[in-house]
């Protein structure tokens, strides 16, 4: 079956670190882009992050550059996000899914829509 898998999430202090990871089953992440997400219940999903497949570029959403740090593996299949200096407006459940293609475009246009397979999400808790 088709699916990607995410974990790493859990509870943290404040300016604490977590790492994320996400795989990929049946299927190889060599070919698309990835994005990461994250929706707290009431508000809008959020777009964190997205690596590319091709040259690896990278793009972050304001609230989190500097902080965090998307990377990938592709002997593991695996994209990672590394989480720095937590705050409690980063809680929620962060998914990750893959693009269209090979570059961040659904992510850059804010087509969360249009991204095409998903993860069930981790959550992550930083209390205030």
């Known amino acids: 079956q088709v699916q990607l898998v995410e974990s790493g999430g859990g509870l943290v202090q404040p300016r604490g670190s977590l790492r994320l990871s996400c795989v990929a089953s049946?299927?190889?992440?060599?070919?698309?882009?990835i994005g990461w997400f994250r929706q707290v219940p009431g508000k809008e999903r959020e777009g964190v992050s997205c690596?590319?497949?091709?040259?690896?570029?990278?793009y972050y959403a304001d609230s989190v550059k500097g902080r965090f740090t998307i990377s990938r593996d592709k002997a593991k299949n695996t994209v990672y996000l590394q989480m720095n200096s937590l705050k409690p407006e980063d809680t929620g459940v962060y998914y990750c899914?893959?693009?269209?293609?090979?570059?961040?475009?659904?992510?850059?246009?804010?087509?969360?829509?249009?991204?095409?397979?998903w993860g069930k999400g981790t959550p992550v808790t930083v209390p205030s």
């Open positions: 690596i590319s497949s091709t040259d690896g570029s990278t």
């Open positions: 049946e299927f190889t992440l060599d070919y698309y882009a």
């Open positions: 899914a893959t693009d269209t293609g090979p570059l961040c475009v659904s992510w850059n246009d804010h087509d969360y829509d249009g991204m095409r397979t």
